[in-house]
Nanobody, 119 residues
Framework: QVQLVESGGGLVQAGDSLRLSCAASGRAFSTYAMGWFRQAPGKDRDFVASIMWTGYSTNYADSVKGRFTISRDIAKNTVYLQMNNLKPEDTAVYYC????????????WGQGTQVTVSS
């Protein structure tokens, strides 16, 4: 079992920055990747960014490329999402996700952290 705890959300103005953190604990598996997803009110949960645990390969949704940066600290079992130049359309609950080695999907999810961007 893996527990994911997100932090760093909040209320900001358009153009501001925020950094989300997600700490993983209790894992008994090898990590394949971790990612961030978001869900705005009335919408589906969408992919934001992901990072491979080895090799440091990253992937981003088109809507956040050039503004968001995902990174990870293996020693701390933590993944970060640096969000710059935030826009009102970035307002959502942001979820951290964990994918085990050998899994074809994200296996564990955090509880979510609210990000609200005012115009």
């Amino acid at each position: 079992q893996v527990q994911l705890v997100e932090s760093g959300g909040g209320l900001v103005q358009a153009g501001d920055s925020l950094r989300l953190s997600c700490a993983a604990s209790g894992r008994a598996f090898s990590t394949y990747a971790m990612g961030w997803f978001r869900q705005a009110p009335g919408k589906d949960r969408d992919f934001v960014a992901s990072i491979m645990w080895t090799g440091y390969s990253t992937n981003y949704a088109d809507s956040v490329k050039g503004r968001f940066t995902i990174s990870r600290d293996i020693a701390k079992n933590t993944v970060y999402l640096q969000m710059n130049n935030l826009k009102p359309e970035d307002t959502a609950v942001y979820y951290c996700a964990y994918r085990k080695l050998g899994s074809g999907k994200y296996d564990y999810w955090g509880q979510g952290t609210q990000v609200t961007v005012s115009s």
